[in-house]
């Protein structure tokens, strides 16, 4: 067709040095900026295309998937590149880029979220006090915190310490439908310490 305009490949946005990286005999960077090979960078001789406005299931030679994308005035990224083909995706790459970024700070916020209540007993903790704690743990456990309970010795109430785990253990019991034990009842020092964390939904 006479408006046909001949394949110009896109500019490469990683470094002072594109030019040169992207000749076919130039030498290649030692080091990139980027954490994914882009446009000229990308080495496979076929991958599978993905992203908005784009057939599913599309594979292309890489000539014709950075054609592709160029026309579409967008970089070809590789995302996958252990695929078979390699998956690229068609996107800005500076947007792609912080989108990912985002998306990192998001899961480590909530990992970061993780909140450890503590219960303290006595040895010989009186039955309203236990239920008044275990009141409380289920509460925070279905908040999502984790429980740590412990049985606190003061001096010579340390030979109570079979009774602190029998109580610890009751504790796990009472528990069991919206807590699992993460770690068994533990003796350090003069504490004994258990904790629970909360069931997953079904």
Known sequence: MANQRPFKPRPQISGNNQNQANRSNGPRRPEKENPHRINNEITAPTVR?????????????????????????????????KAEPPVCRIADYQKFLYQQKRKAKEI?????KVVI????????????DYNFKLKHATNFLKEGAKVKAYVFFRGRSIVFKEQGEILLLRFATDLEEVAKVEVMPTLEGKKMNM????????
């Open 49 to 81: 295309v993905v992203g908005d406005n784009v057939e599913p299931n599309l594979v292309l030679p890489i000539r014709d998937a950075i054609k592709l994308a160029d026309e579409m005035e967008l970089d070809l990224i590789e995302i996958s590149p």
């Open 108 to 112: 480590k916020a909530k990992q970061a």
């Open 117 to 128: 209540k503590e219960i303290r007993f006595g040895p010989q903790t009186d039955e309203h």
């Open 195 to 202: 904790i629970l964390a909360p069931k997953g939904k079904k």
